[in-house]
C-alpha cells in the first residue's frame, strides 16, 4: 500500500497533488498553497481543531463523518470541514468561493 494519495482539487482546473496517507485535507491543502479559508479568516481560524467551520470544501467521495460537525454536514447537506477529513483513499476536493469569514458565496464549485 502506498504511502502517498492522490488528491485531486478543483478550483477553476483540477490539479492533483499527492498527500501523505494519514495527513489532514486541510493541512495538505494549506501545504500546497490551495486556499481553504475566506478572507479574514485565512487569519483568524482555530488552527484546524474542527471549531471554526471555515475550513469547508466539497468532497467526493465523502468519507464517513468522525467529527460531530461533519455529521450535521453530511445530515444536512452543507459542505465538510477540510480539518476533520483524514487522507486514506483517492478523492477529488471542490474548493469554495468564501467571502469574510467561512461564508459561501453563491457560485460553489462542486467536483465532478
Not at 485565512?42 to 471549531?51: D, S, T
Request: glycine share 8%; net charge negative.
Amino acid at each position: 500500500m502506498s504511502d502517498r494519495i492522490p488528491v485531486t482539487v478543483v478550483v477553476d482546473e483540477e490539479t492533483t497533488i499527492d498527500v501523505e496517507r494519514g495527513d489532514t485535507l486541510r493541512d495538505a491543502l494549506l501545504e500546497h498553497g490551495f486556499p481553504v479559508y475566506g478572507t479574514l479568516s485565512q487569519y483568524a481560524n482555530c488552527g484546524g481543531r474542527g471549531l471554526c467551520a471555515t475550513c469547508t470544501v466539497e468532497i467526493d467521495p465523502a468519507p464517513e463523518p468522525t467529527h460531530w460537525h461533519d455529521a450535521a454536514a453530511v445530515r444536512f447537506g452543507y459542505p465538510r470541514l477540510s480539518c476533520c477529513i483524514e487522507v486514506e483513499e483517492p478523492l477529488t476536493v471542490g474548493l469554495l468561493d468564501k467571502h469574510v469569514w467561512g461564508q459561501v458565496l453563491p457560485r460553489r464549485v462542486t467536483p465532478e
